[in-house]
């Protein structure tokens, strides 16, 4: 056959099968391929004698094509050899046997590796479509001539709207002509360019991408197009931004802290950190202010960017109500509006202000201020919605440095209004109690002491008046209500008023209450209260003339009475209770009282003992020759209305 004899020196696989498909040739080149699966004996044999089940049935569906086609057929089929799958092209024709039934005869091709090269293109492409990074390929006239779906996707254009087309349709204009000219300079002297490419969406928005563009060559070294690689970065910068923003937003705020000095008023602080602030990008102004009680909003600070410090101004009513009652929600931002309420209307209206961000100044969750920021962005620009934090963050640093001393200011604000309430209302009231002789049982003074009409223990109110600097106002109006009341009392008997050596030392305004008063005077000084210079007091006491005794309060109790005693040569000297009380069972107390009674006969002075409750303390007290006493047994402190022990 003239099939046979082109085919046995042929360089391709080839072979005929009878009707029944059985093998009736095969050429050299087939034997050598197909090796231990034809065999020695393959006349007559079958696909199924010499191939697995699946590749059997194959070959029998081309046989049965060829037959039905009645013509020559093309198959690409991959056969299992022994070194591995290889891709085959055949051919298989028809060939009429003699009997009147139908064989086929046919030629088979290795293309194994073309068909790698093809798997490969084919993996090569579906990696490019599948990419997160755009693809972009111009030929060398920048024409668009593919581009990948993340294209697509990032720039909202269609493939076919671009192919065709130069890629300067994505320019966004915010890159200079010089930025191409040098690009272009590169890629045609075959070197790649990588940089950032500010673009602008089909929709007009910008996007930043990361980009690498290189010259591909053809199979001579000449460059035949160009492919751009991208990737969308504009979370990526604007974060990288964001988070040098910050860097420099906390670096401000450190740089604050390390200025502030130890001791520095809540003002200096407050405009410290103004001055910070000011230096933010975007911010016109930065002020602070504080709510005081009623609610009003004082101004502490104000900063303006690259200006002196203005004066500052408080606000109306309306305005700081209005500021106070937001700011209990949270921080907020709101456009700049030209409020005539704002005392700094004109200013910051010429400075170009659009918006304000404002964030609440607190200590231990107590809103005690607020931090406003004045800026020149609008309230819909990320660059504000960005500030806020670092806005917050600097409201929470003015809050830790400031809140102890505003809230101790605030609080001492309540206790002013609070003791000159007291004083103004006169709401209080003096009572008396009787100083007694204990060894003829007759009243020989009275100790005027004060009660608060609210019920407040005398010591709290007194020591409060002092801490909020009005501890003398409060003593000379307790001191002249007594005075006045005394004219009630016997006029034998001497009036003791306690005074602090402050008061005592001040002078005038003591001097002026005992003036028009003609009733023997003693006063009590507390040695719970240290007397700095003992000649400045003296000479305090000797200006209040001879009618005023002095007796040392609470002798026993505090920590320097031996030295109040020899130093001011008082008339009296007051025994504390605590010596008193149990007295008649305890030697030690006895022996202590003996002591100050050969104490005070040495030096002069008289012993009063205080708070005298029981017979038997009263007795032991007369027995050790104690002159005066003075307790619940004999006599309580009431008002001159209420009878009074003569």
């Given at each position: 056959?003239?099939?046979?004899g082109l085919m046995d020196a042929a360089p391709v696989a080839a072979f005929v099968k009878d009707a029944d498909g059985g093998y009736v040739y095969a050429n050299p080149h087939l034997l050598a391929t197909?090796?231990?699966?034809?065999?020695?004996?393959?006349?007559?044999?079958?696909?199924?004698?010499?191939?697995?089940?699946?590749?059997?049935?194959?070959?029998?569906?081309?046989?049965?094509?060829?037959?039905?086609?009645?013509?020559?057929?093309?198959?690409?089929?991959?056969?299992?050899?022994?070194?591995?799958?290889?891709?085959?092209?055949?051919?298989?024709?028809?060939?009429?046997?003699?009997?009147?039934?139908?064989?086929?005869?046919?030629?088979?091709?290795?293309?194994?590796?073309?068909?790698?090269?093809?798997?490969?293109?084919?993996?090569?492409?579906?990696?490019?479509?599948?990419?997160?990074?755009?693809?972009?390929?111009?030929?060398?006239?920048?024409?668009?001539?593919?581009?990948?779906?993340?294209?697509?996707?990032?720039?909202?254009?269609?493939?076919?709207?671009?192919?065709?087309?130069?890629?300067?349709?994505?320019?966004?204009?915010?890159?200079?002509?010089?930025?191409?000219?040098?690009?272009?300079?590169?890629?045609?002297?075959?070197?790649?360019?990588?940089?950032?490419?500010?673009?602008?969406?089909?929709?007009?928005?910008?996007?930043?991408?990361?980009?690498?563009?290189?010259?591909?060559?053809?199979?001579?070294?000449?460059?035949?197009?160009?492919?751009?690689?991208?990737?969308?970065?504009?979370?990526?910068?604007?974060?990288?931004?964001?988070?040098?923003?910050?860097?420099?937003?906390?670096?401000?705020?450190?740089?604050?802290?390390?200025?502030?000095?130890?001791?520095?008023?809540?003002?200096?602080?407050?405009?410290?950190?103004?001055?910070?602030?000011?230096?933010?990008?975007?911010?016109?102004?930065?002020?602070?202010?504080?709510f005081e009680l009623d609610g009003s909003a004082a101004p502490i600070g104000f900063a303006v960017a690259g200006r002196a410090d203005p004066i500052l101004r408080k606000p109306p009513s309306q305005r700081?109500?209005?500021?106070?009652?937001?700011?209990?929600?949270?921080?907020?931002?709101?456009?700049?509006?030209?409020?005539?309420?704002?005392?700094?209307?004109?200013?910051?209206?010429?400075?170009?202000?659009?918006?304000?961000?404002?964030?609440?100044?607190?200590?231990?969750?107590?809103?005690?201020?607020?931090?406003?920021?004045?800026?020149?962005?609008?309230?819909?620009?990320?660059?504000?919605?960005?500030?806020?934090?670092?806005?917050?963050?600097?409201?929470?640093?003015?809050?830790?440095?400031?809140?102890?001393?505003?809230?101790?200011?605030?609080?001492?604000?309540?206790?002013?209004?609070?003791?000159?309430?007291?004083?103004?209302?006169?709401?209080?009231?003096?009572?008396?109690?009787?100083?007694?002789?204990?060894?003829?049982?007759?009243?020989?003074?009275?100790?005027?002491?004060?009660?608060?009409?609210?019920?407040?223990?005398?010591?709290?109110?007194?020591?409060?008046?002092?801490?909020?600097?009005?501890?003398?106002?409060?003593?000379?109006?307790?001191?002249?209500?007594?005075?006045?009341?005394?004219?009630?009392?016997?006029?034998?008997?001497?009036?003791?008023?306690?005074?602090?050596?402050?008061?005592?030392?001040?002078?005038?305004?003591?001097?002026?209450?005992?003036?028009?008063?003609?009733?023997?005077?003693?006063?009590?000084?507390?040695?719970?209260?240290?007397?700095?210079?003992?000649?400045?007091?003296?000479?305090?006491?000797?200006?209040?003339?001879?009618?005023?005794?002095?007796?040392?309060?609470?002798?026993?109790?505090?920590?320097?009475?031996?030295?109040?005693?020899?130093?001011?040569?008082?008339?009296?000297?007051?025994?504390?209770?605590?010596?008193?009380?149990?007295?008649?069972?305890?030697?030690?107390?006895?022996?202590?009282?003996?002591?100050?009674?050969?104490?005070?006969?040495?030096?002069?002075?008289?012993?009063?003992?205080?708070?005298?409750?029981?017979?038997?303390?009263?007795?032991?007290?007369?027995?050790?020759?104690?002159?005066?006493?003075?307790?619940?047994?004999?006599?309580?402190?009431?008002?001159?209305?209420?009878?009074?022990?003569?």
């Open positions: 056959m003239a099939f046979r197909l090796g231990k699966h034809m065999g020695i004996d393959w006349r007559g044999k079958t696909d199924a004698d010499m191939w697995p089940p699946d590749a059997a049935a194959l070959m029998r569906s081309n046989d049965e094509a060829v037959i039905r086609e009645g013509g020559p057929q093309v198959f690409s089929r991959v056969m299992p050899l022994e070194d591995g799958p290889h891709t085959v092209l055949l051919v298989e024709f028809p060939m009429p046997a003699g009997d009147g039934r139908v064989g086929v005869c046919g030629v088979g091709v290795d293309i194994t590796e073309y068909a790698r090269k093809d798997e490969e293109r084919d993996r090569l492409a579906t990696a490019i479509d599948q990419a997160t990074e755009s693809v972009v390929i111009t030929d060398l006239k920048a024409r668009i001539t593919y581009v990948n779906p993340a294209f697509e996707r990032v720039t909202g254009y269609k493939r076919g709207e671009v192919i065709g087309k130069n890629p300067r349709l994505l320019k966004s204009g915010l890159q200079t002509p010089w930025f191409y000219d040098a690009m272009w300079a590169a890629l045609t002297n075959g070197l790649p360019w990588a940089a950032d490419f500010v673009n602008r969406r089909k929709d007009g928005t910008l996007f930043t991408e990361e980009g690498s563009i290189s010259p591909i060559r053809d199979s001579s070294g000449a460059i035949s197009s160009f492919v751009a690689v991208k990737r969308d970065v504009t979370q990526e910068r604007a974060l990288a931004e964001r988070s040098t923003i910050l860097a420099r937003q906390r670096a401000l705020i450190a740089e604050t802290i390390r200025g502030l000095r130890t001791g520095d008023s809540p003002e200096a602080t407050a405009q410290a950190i103004c001055r910070q602030i000011s230096n933010l990008a975007g911010v016109i102004a930065a002020h602070i202010s504080l700081s109500q209005r500021l106070y009652d937001r700011s209990i929600d949270g921080p907020w931002i709101e456009p700049w509006t030209r409020d005539r309420e704002n005392p700094y209307k004109k200013l910051l209206t010429g400075l170009g202000t659009n918006s304000t961000v404002y964030a609440p100044v607190r200590d231990n969750r107590q809103l005690i201020g607020l931090l406003s920021v004045d800026t020149d962005g609008s309230v819909d620009t990320s660059g504000v919605a960005e500030l806020l934090p670092a806005v917050v963050e600097f409201a929470d640093l003015a809050g830790a440095l400031i809140g102890r001393d505003v809230n101790e200011r605030a609080e001492a604000g309540r206790g002013r209004d609070r003791i000159s309430s007291i004083i103004g209302r006169r709401a209080f009231h003096p009572v008396f109690q009787p100083i007694v002789d204990i060894g003829r049982h007759g009243v020989v003074g009275y100790e005027a002491l004060t009660r608060f009409d609210s019920g407040s223990s005398p010591e709290v109110v007194f020591a409060e008046a002092d801490a909020v600097g009005l501890g003398h106002e409060l003593e000379t109006a307790t001191l002249q209500a007594a005075l006045e009341a005394s004219t009630a009392l016997p006029r034998s008997a001497w009036l003791n008023l306690n005074a602090s050596p402050g008061l005592v030392m001040a002078g005038e305004p003591l001097r002026s209450i005992l003036a028009g008063c003609s009733r023997r005077l003693v006063l009590e000084v507390t040695e719970h209260t240290a007397i700095e210079n003992y000649a400045v007091f003296r000479q305090a006491m000797a200006a209040l003339g001879p009618k005023v005794k002095l007796a040392v309060d609470d002798a026993g109790a505090g920590f320097a009475s031996l030295r109040h005693i020899l130093e001011l040569r008082p008339a009296f000297v007051k025994l504390d209770r605590w010596l008193v009380a149990g007295l008649d069972s305890d030697d030690a107390r006895q022996a202590m009282i003996v002591g100050l009674r050969h104490f005070a006969g040495a030096t002069g002075c008289r012993l009063i003992a205080e708070g005298i409750e029981t017979e038997s303390e009263l007795a032991v007290l007369r027995a050790l020759d104690i002159p005066l006493g003075q307790g619940y047994l004999l006599g309580r402190p009431v008002p001159v209305t209420a009878p009074v022990a003569a």
